[in-house]
């Protein structure tokens, strides 16, 4: 029996926010307790603890609004990993949302996506995360409907998440620019190392890239944003404003190899944890 196999997963509660933040943090990951307390809240967080009590993995099942729900915050302290932690904690997150009638989804790093694929995740796109400096101007104070933005990103993401967008917009530093015409919104908030801008959602790359100028021009300090390798003028206007790639994810579902949604009209990605 394998050391992993004796260690039993247990459920995540409101009081393991902290734990799950320490683990976060040491990975170097831009998720704040808030991000933490909404996978915790409304979906099904699990995690792993060791002799002692300490939590030294996690993962998280995030259900949607049908087709699909979301396995993220696959985290394992570095003393434990390469002992098929991670690997149980996925096959109960996936157990979890095909007990929903829901098609499990996830973005994976490169090392991530050898792993996953053996798992039987199939890739459906890449992305690449940027990273750069904001402009230092002030974003404009405002609101936004929550419906409108809801039923936007469900169209271009394929499924509705109304609980995240409405969690999305009701934290401090939350912004949401909308595009002419109501066909399209960018939002940008709060991480723990920088700015998280996403999603993007346009009906095409030029609205898109009009909507990332304004973002990246009025966000101060350290930037994020999740895009699609398709977009290649967002790509060239970022490294031309001194943009770089951090990192690339693949977007991967169980057994399934078509995206869902439209990804014609999805410019940025909310974050590779929840897609």
Known sequence: M??????????????????GMALSTESGWNQTADDWRHFIETGHAIGVRDGDGRLIASAAALPYDGPLGY?????????????????????????????????????????GEAVYSRQGFLPQFRFDRWQGTGGGGELAAGGADVSAVVNLDAAAFGAARSSLMTDFLGRDGTQVLLAEGGEGFAMIRHGRRAWQAGPVVAPDQGT????????????????????????????????????????????????????????????????????
């Open 208 to 275: 898109a890239l009009d909507l990332v100028k304004q973002l990246m021009a009025t966000a101060s300090g350290p930037v994020f944003i999740d895009v699609p390798q398709r977009w290649q003028a967002i790509g060239q206007w970022l490294t031309d404003a001194g943009f770089t790639v951090q990192r690339s994810f693949a977007r991967m579902a169980l057994r399934r190899a078509e995206p869902f949604g439209d990804p014609s009209r999805l410019f940025a990605v909310a974050g590779p944890e929840f897609g």
């Open 71 to 111: 396995i993220g915050m696959v985290l394992v302290t570095q003393s434990w990993r390469r002992r098929g932690i991670a690997t149980r904690l996925v096959d109960r997150c996936i157990e979890a949302l095909e007990g929903r009638n829901l098609v499990p989804v996830l973005d994976a790093t490169a090392a």
């Open 2 to 19: 394998a050391v992993s196999d004796e260690l039993l997963i247990v459920d995540l509660d409101a009081g393991d926010a902290d734990a």
